[in-house]
């Protein structure tokens, strides 16, 4: 006798797994574009942005030249993920948090970050006027590809 499953589609299931997979192409991007250097640096730091706690990070420096263009696309690609946190679904569970599904986040705080979603933040301030740490490269903090990522359970399952 043939068994059949009947799956309910929600297009969130596909969200979540676009998202989590972000995490794997960042950190194979940043291996690559500093290959046979190892300048993708475990980063161990916390942050809880919008109910989210990350504390698993690699660092992800900003390519140089001779660096080709694909290299630095991949790079701009992960920097872009950043702009994509603010619209991360919330969890539906009725909880007040974000889904665990963020890939990267800017290197380092600015004062305006307690107002944009990071309730803790445990990284190093930024150098004023940039983007990075005081005397540090450009690049950005990513989420570890090993970091367990949100598993969505509905009210009716």
């Not at 475990?42 to 942005?49: D, G, H």
Request: charged share 25%; proline share 4%; aromatic share 10%.
């Amino acid at each position: 006798m043939a068994a059949a499953a009947i799956m309910r589609h929600d297009p969130l299931y596909q969200q979540i797994h676009d998202y989590c997979e972000r995490r794997i192409e960042c950190q194979a991007s940043c291996t690559n574009s500093n290959f046979p250097f190892k300048n993708c640096d475990a980063r161990t730091s916390e942050i809880e942005y919008n109910g989210a706690t990350y504390t698993d990070f690699f660092f992800y420096p900003k390519p140089t030249q001779p660096k080709s263009e694909e290299e630095l696309h991949h790079y701009e690609q992960c920097v872009d993920f950043i702009n994509d946190n603010a619209g991360v679904p919330f969890a539906q569970q009725g909880d007040s948090r974000q889904l665990k599904i963020h890939a990267c986040f800017p290197q380092c705080k600015t004062s305006a970050d307690c107002y944009l979603g990071f309730n803790i933040d445990k990284r190093d301030g930024c150098e004023i006027g940039t983007s990075r740490v005081e005397n540090g490269d450009e690049g950005i903090l990513c989420v570890n590809e090993d970091t367990e990522c949100e598993t969505l359970v509905t009210a009716d399952e």
